[in-house]
């Protein structure tokens, strides 16, 4: 069974501070995504990476994935209050019997205060 | 209407009631799924559904009973609930051999209270 954990669960920092979320798996993965979800509503995929030690940004937003495909890191500079929300990564594999499937973290709660 | 779409969006319902949740994607993907996720646990996958067959049971209790009739609609029956059933019932979609580029399109879920 594939695993993937996020650290850390729960985070609480102060607008325009800067912020690393993690993912870390023993299992190695096809693609790690992140996807995020506002209160009410379902998650919403932000960024696919899928070559080992790619870096991807978006505008505030910085994805980074492991050079082995077992992990990845959301780093996020000079937060904002419209950042608050559930962070979730998953991890995708091209084939086998995880055709098709994702394989969640359990998530990281951001709260951006003002 | 693009996307995925879940109804109803709220729903109470006591202990001996019968209900449907109905998901709807009209983004011709072949695949489509139940995720339940409640406060402080992981998303849980419930089933899922390859051209309208069912190809993955994680071990649901039969209170809960998914119906696809086709690749655009899935639907999930519930009967007989409990209270720890309370959850966001979140469904998704998706293309298989473009998961690992494209991921999932979620629905917004719909938000189930047992009493």
């Known amino acids: 069974t594939q695993l993937l954990e996020q650290s850390p669960q729960f985070l609480s920092i102060q607008e325009g501070e800067n912020l690393t979320v993690y993912c870390n798996s023993s299992?190695?993965?096809?693609?790690l995504q992140w996807y995020r979800q506002e209160p009410g509503e379902g998650p919403v995929l932000l960024v696919t990476?899928?070559?080992?030690?790619e870096v991807k940004k978006l505008k505030r937003l910085t994805f980074q994935f492991g050079d082995a495909r077992k992990d990845s890191s959301l780093h996020i500079t000079a937060a904002q209050t419209g950042d608050t929300g559930l962070y979730l990564c998953?991890?995708?594999?091209?084939?086998?019997?995880?055709?098709?499937?994702?394989?969640f973290g359990q998530g990281t709660i951001l709260t951006v205060h003002p | 209407e693009t996307g995925v779409t879940q109804t109803p969006r709220h729903l109470v319902m006591g202990m001996t009631n019968k209900k449907s949740l109905k998901c709807e994607q009209h983004l011709g993907h072949n695949a489509m799924y139940w995720y339940k996720q409640s406060a402080k646990k992981p998303l849980e996958l419930m089933f899922v559904?390859?051209?309208?067959?069912?190809?993955e049971n994680n071990s649901v209790p039969s209170r809960f009973s998914p119906e696809c009739p086709n690749s655009s609609h899935l639907f999930l029956h519930l009967h007989t609930l409990q209270p720890e059933d309370s959850a966001l019932y979140l469904c998704?979609?998706?293309?298989?051999?473009?998961?690992?580029?494209?991921?999932?399109?979620f629905g917004s879920g719909t938000r189930l209270t047992v009493v």
């Open positions: 990476v899928v070559t080992g030690g």
């Open positions: 998953a991890g995708a594999n091209a084939g086998g019997t995880s055709y098709g499937k994702l394989t």
């Open positions: 998704a979609s998706s293309q298989p051999d473009r998961v690992v580029g494209y991921g999932y399109t």
């Open positions: 559904y390859n051209f309208k067959e069912q190809t």
């Open positions: 299992s190695v993965f096809s693609s």
